[in-house]
Structure formats: structure tokens, C-alpha cells
């Protein structure tokens, strides 16, 4: 997790890292299609019951029952988001939900979309995502003695430290943010602040 609005300096985040709060390795990312922008927030991971009830397991930082949305995107191929109708949720756990979908009534049909990827577009993200969950930080600005980078297209969670892929004239950059590199996140602005190693830059670019 990272630290909030109010406390985001280096030090609390290298007390973070000390407390061993990355313990997995996840990969959060941000696609753009010709009309709309989605961030992936979990995956469908089981079937429940046997009247068509799906377990969602999501990284959007809190226990949540996805109130206020309308509909998840499911990709059922790669890069192909449908969207599927939701008739009800409820809360499993702090990182899962179950979640029923209209038109999965059986067991069967259910576990047809065990495994696939769950999107949302930019305005349903933002609004369910807790702030201090990495996958909070997809589109904000890295930073970097004052020259902005470019925006967060993935986030790459590792044990001791996170990693942010962005994109520079066409060209893949993988920003580390730890306890040396990381200055602050201004979540108001949308903007990480970095200090990065001599010649980082100029090994992608």
C-alpha cells in the first residue's frame, strides 16, 4: 500500500517497505481504446453456489461491494472488453466479492468466465480505487527534478519496491520507486516525484 495524501513522505514509505507490506508481485495496468481508457481491477477466480454467483478478486485496496456500478468489462479475449451487467453483489473478504452477473443464472454458465481478467473504464475506476493502493497510481505523472515523464501506464508491484512503466517518444521506461528513488506522491495533482539513479534514463532511451 502506499502512503496517503497526508502521509507521503520517503520515510513512511521506506517503514512500509520495512514492515514488508509488498509481499507479492502484481501487475496493474491501464489500456486505451479508440473512445475510452480502462484500468484492470481483478480477476474472476470461482464459482459460488449454483445459481450463477462469481468470486471477484480485486486490488482496489479496500473491502468494497461495488456500490454505485453499473457494469464490470470482461475480457474474454485479449484486449476485447464486454460488458456484463451487474444484478447484485456482496462482500466476501477485504480483497474479494462475490458478484452476480444478469443473464449467469447456472453454475455452469459461471465457470465459463472463471480466470478472465475484470476491467473498468477511467470514471468507475477512479471513483472505487482507494488511494493508497498501488493500482491507484496507473495514469499519474512521473516527475523528475521538475520535468514531467510522461503518465503511468502499468504498475509493476515486487517485494521491496514498486515498478511504473511509462512510455517516452515512443519508447519503454520502467521507473523503480523504493525507498532511494520515491520523493513524494502528490495524490491532488496526480503526480509521483522521483530522484532517479545517473544513466537510468539513457538505458531505454
Given at each position: 500500500?502506499?502512503?496517503?495524501?497526508?502521509?507521503?513522505?520517503?520515510?513512511?514509505?521506506?517503514?512500509l517497505?520495512?514492515?514488508?507490506?509488498?509481499?507479492?508481485?502484481?501487475?496493474?495496468?491501464?489500456?486505451?481504446?479508440?473512445?475510452?481508457e480502462?484500468?484492470?481491477?481483478?480477476?474472476?477466480?470461482?464459482?459460488?453456489g449454483?445459481?450463477?454467483?462469481?468470486v471477484?478478486?480485486?486490488?482496489?485496496?479496500?473491502?468494497?461491494?461495488?456500490?454505485?456500478l453499473q457494469?464490470?468489462?470482461?475480457?474474454?479475449?485479449?484486449?476485447?472488453?464486454?460488458?456484463?451487467?451487474?444484478?447484485?453483489?456482496?462482500n466476501?473478504?477485504?480483497?474479494?466479492?462475490?458478484?452476480?452477473?444478469?443473464?449467469?443464472?447456472?453454475?455452469?454458465?459461471?465457470?465459463?468466465?472463471?480466470?478472465?481478467?475484470?476491467?473498468?473504464?477511467d470514471?468507475?475506476?477512479?471513483k472505487?480505487?482507494?488511494?493508497?493502493?498501488?493500482?491507484?497510481?496507473?495514469d499519474?505523472?512521473?516527475?523528475?527534478?521538475?520535468?514531467?515523464?510522461?503518465?503511468?501506464?502499468?504498475?509493476?508491484?515486487?517485494?521491496?519496491?514498486?515498478?511504473?512503466?511509462?512510455?517516452?517518444?515512443?519508447?519503454?521506461?520502467?521507473?523503480?520507486l523504493?525507498?532511494?528513488?520515491?520523493?513524494?506522491?502528490?495524490?491532488?495533482?496526480?503526480?509521483?516525484?522521483?530522484?532517479?539513479?545517473?544513466?537510468?534514463?539513457?538505458?531505454?532511451?
Amino acid at each position: 500500500m502506499f502512503p496517503s495524501r497526508h502521509r507521503c513522505g520517503t520515510g513512511f514509505f521506506l517503514s512500509l517497505l520495512q514492515k514488508k507490506v509488498f509481499r507479492r508481485f502484481h501487475i496493474y495496468t491501464k489500456l486505451s481504446s479508440s473512445v475510452a481508457e480502462y484500468f484492470k481491477i481483478g480477476k474472476l477466480v470461482g464459482a459460488f453456489g449454483l445459481k450463477g454467483e462469481l468470486v471477484l478478486k480485486h486490488v482496489l485496496g479496500k473491502k468494497t461491494s461495488l456500490n454505485g456500478l453499473q457494469a464490470i468489462f470482461i475480457e474474454e479475449t485479449k484486449k476485447s472488453f464486454l460488458p456484463w451487467f451487474i444484478q447484485s453483489t456482496r462482500n466476501k473478504n477485504d480483497a474479494e466479492v462475490y458478484i452476480k452477473l444478469e443473464n449467469i443464472d447456472t453454475r455452469e454458465n459461471a465457470i465459463k468466465f472463471v480466470q478472465k481478467n475484470v476491467w473498468l473504464p477511467d470514471q468507475d475506476f477512479k471513483k472505487i480505487i482507494d488511494k493508497s493502493a498501488p493500482a491507484a497510481l496507473l495514469d499519474y505523472n512521473i516527475i523528475h527534478e521538475k520535468n514531467a515523464l510522461g503518465p503511468v501506464l502499468e504498475v509493476m508491484e515486487q517485494p521491496h519496491q514498486v515498478i511504473c512503466r511509462i512510455d517516452i517518444r515512443g519508447k519503454e521506461v520502467l521507473i523503480p520507486l523504493n525507498d532511494e528513488t520515491l520523493q513524494k506522491i502528490d495524490h491532488k495533482k496526480k503526480e509521483i516525484h522521483v530522484q532517479l539513479p545517473e544513466g537510468l534514463l539513457e538505458v531505454y532511451l
